[in-house]
């Protein structure tokens, strides 16, 4: 059974370049192009993961990140933040809200997939 990652992004380009990283890596691929988007994917599909940008119209990824975090029924959900905030403060802040990881923009292909897949136990 292959894993799912929920994309959550605004930027067009970054969302179709994911996509097909995922999904050449054996994924499942779920997209959302902004928080509220992404809360309702969650709910309805629970991702094994998801690629969550932070600066995003309606709600952002930080809250986002908390909302997931405070379901008990989404613990199993795993979050990077994919982001170009990448001042120590924001990433202190994302961590602290419950993210399993934080990657700034722009980011190394490989390392996201390494990255991706240690989350999700298949390294």
């Known amino acids: 059974m292959s894993k799912t990652v ?3 992004d605004d930027e067009p380009n970054i969302v179709i370049s994911l996509e097909f990283l995922m999904r050449r ?3 499942e691929v779920l997209v959302a192009r902004n928080g509220e988007e992404a809360l309702s994917s969650i709910e309805a ?5 998801v690629l969550l940008d932070v600066m995003m119209p309606k709600v952002n ?5 908390k909302q997931v975090r405070s379901n008990p029924a989404l613990t199993d ?3 990077i933040m994919l982001t170009a905030k990448g001042r120590a403060a924001e990433i202190s802040k994302g961590l602290a809200l419950g993210a399993d990881g934080y990657i700034t923009k722009p980011f190394s292909t490989r390392d996201l997939v390494v990255q991706v897949k240690d989350l999700l136990g298949l390294v």
């Not at 599909?45 to 993961?49: A, I, K």
């Open 6 to 8: 929920l994309i959550v």
């Open 25 to 27: 890596e054996g994924f």
């Open 45 to 49: 599909h629970r991702p094994d993961l």
């Open 61 to 65: 990824g930080f809250e986002v990140c």
């Open 77 to 79: 959900v795993r979050i």
